[in-house]
Each structure stands twice: as C-alpha cells, then as structure tokens.
C-alpha cells in the first residue's frame, strides 16, 4: 500500500538464468519511469522505497529456495541491485557507488564439508532506499535492477524470476536538485 497520498507503487519482474556451475553473469532489467520523469519539464520520480521477491517458478509454490548452494563450494551469492548508472561487473557495486539506490545479498556459507557435523548458514543484507536516502533518491531517468550469482547450485540450469516493486512520488525538480543529481553521478 502506498505511504502518502501522492505516493505510487509500480511493479515488475525479471527472468534470469542460472548456468550448469550455479553462476549468472551480471544482467539487468529496466524499470520504464518515462511516464512521471521529463528533464525538460524538470519532473522526477523520488524513490522512497524497492523491494525484491526471488520466486522459483518450476513446480511447487514457487517460493524461493534460499539455501542456494548445497555442493562442494563453501560459498553461494546472489547479489541485487537498482541504480541509475549501469555497471560492467558486480564487484564495482556496493552502498557507496554512485546512483545505487538499493542492494540486496543473500549467501550460503557451509562449514565442515562431508563431515558429521556439517552445518549451513543463510544470511542476507539489504540496504535498502529508506536506510540509504530517506526522502527519496530523485531520478529523472529509468532506474536499472542488476543480478549476478555465483555458485547458486541448488537452482543450477533453471530460470529464476526477481519481482520488484518500487514506491516513488512524482516531484518537480529545482536548479539545485538538478545540480545534486549531475554532481552525485560524477561523484567517484
């Protein structure tokens, strides 16, 4: 539901492939904004907030697995992202990287391999938009959402959905608002 009375929620999905190794090499999927941002007419969007849902969509509910890797590898990633700058690999992204808004990462760590006491642990961060900018982050173009995993077997050769929904407010923009934004996508 929205959170103010100007607030809108727009909704979603992306399709991604998992390879034989667990592995998907960063992708990205466009959240078309064109309808509430126009530079000319100095209109924006502030994102106040976004939220992934992972969905294994082949067979059962299509809940997510999130114990994502179970094979000999110790270490399992999943890492999601909205920004309005894309990037060439995942490793460049974290909370201080220029027009991130979000990130999101899940991993499974397995201790003592084939051992009788062997033992796994899921754990996820999300700095999310409200934590990172809570007005909201202006945009004023279509905001990206990035995906990468690494040693995700448990979902090897299988197509994964990421359901995403964003809650923005359209704005007008100022000449210091439009200076904010130039100098942060400059900001190294």
């Known amino acids: 539901m929205a959170k ?71 270490f399992g990633s999943i890492k999601i992202f909205a920004t309005t700058t894309a990037y060439e690999n995942s490793t460049d992204v974290g909370i201080a990287s220029p027009d991130v808004l979000s990130v999101f990462e899940l991993t499974t760590v ?22 990172l900018h809570p007005d909201g982050y202006n945009v004023v173009s279509d905001l990206l959402v990035g995906v990468a995993c690494n040693d995700i077997t448990q979902h090897s050769n299988t197509t994964l959905e990421l359901d995403i929904m964003i809650i923005g407010e359209p704005v007008k923009l100022n000449e210091a608002d439009m200076t904010e934004m130039l100098t942060q996508s400059q900001d190294l």
């Open 4 to 74: 103010a009375s100007r607030d809108l929620i727009l909704r979603d999905r992306l399709q991604f492939d998992v390879d034989a190794n667990g592995d998907t090499a960063l992708v990205y999927g466009r959240v078309d904004l064109s309808d509430f941002v126009n530079v000319v007419k100095r209109e924006g969007m502030a994102i106040k907030e976004i939220r992934y849902q992972l969905r294994q969509t082949s067979g059962g509910t299509g809940v997510f697995n999130p114990l994502i890797s179970l094979a000999s590898e110790s």
């Open 110 to 131: 397995r201790d003592n391999a084939g051992a009788a006491d062997e033992s796994f642990a899921n754990q996820w961060v999300l700095f999310g938009t409200p934590d």
